[in-house]
């Protein structure tokens, strides 16, 4: 059985850090593609970040490029998600996810586990 469990989140004033991990079991992550997205409260669920197996790397939207990176420890079989300047727009519940294959796409419909998520909560 595959389990993913985030964890990482809270609440940072703006322009502070977090890191989130996703911890995996139940599936390699180096041999699958894992993702983050995220939900702010009456929005849908948006793509974040994901890694291919090769760790090749994708971002979703042009307000994370360069603020956020995703990275993966093999030997932990786990998911980062590095998360720098936040703005209060970032404030999210956060889930992280495996894909069906080893390769990251930003479509939901790729993806058949996810974890609980975990809040993240940016103050202004």
């Known amino acids: 059985q595959v389990r993913l469990v985030e964890s990482g989140g809270g609440l940072v004033q703006a322009g502070g850090s977090l890191r989130l991990s996703c911890a995996a079991s139940?599936?390699?992550?180096?041999?699958?593609?894992m993702g983050w997205f995220r939900q702010a409260p009456g929005k849908e669920r948006e793509f974040v970040a994901a890694?291919?197996?090769?760790?090749?790397?994708?971002y979703g939207s042009d307000s994370v490029k360069g603020r956020f990176t995703i990275s993966r420890d093999n030997a932990k079989n786990t998911v980062y998600l590095q998360m720098n300047s936040l703005k209060p727009e970032d404030t999210a519940v956060y889930y992280c996810?495996?894909?069906?294959?080893?390769?990251?796409?930003?479509?939901?419909?790729?993806?058949?586990?996810w974890g609980q998520g975990t809040q993240v909560a940016v103050s202004s």
């Open positions: 890694i291919s197996w090769s760790g090749g790397r994708i």
């Open positions: 139940g599936r390699t992550v180096s041999s699958y593609a």
């Open positions: 996810a495996t894909s069906r294959t080893g390769l990251g796409y930003p479509q939901e419909y790729a993806y058949d586990y």
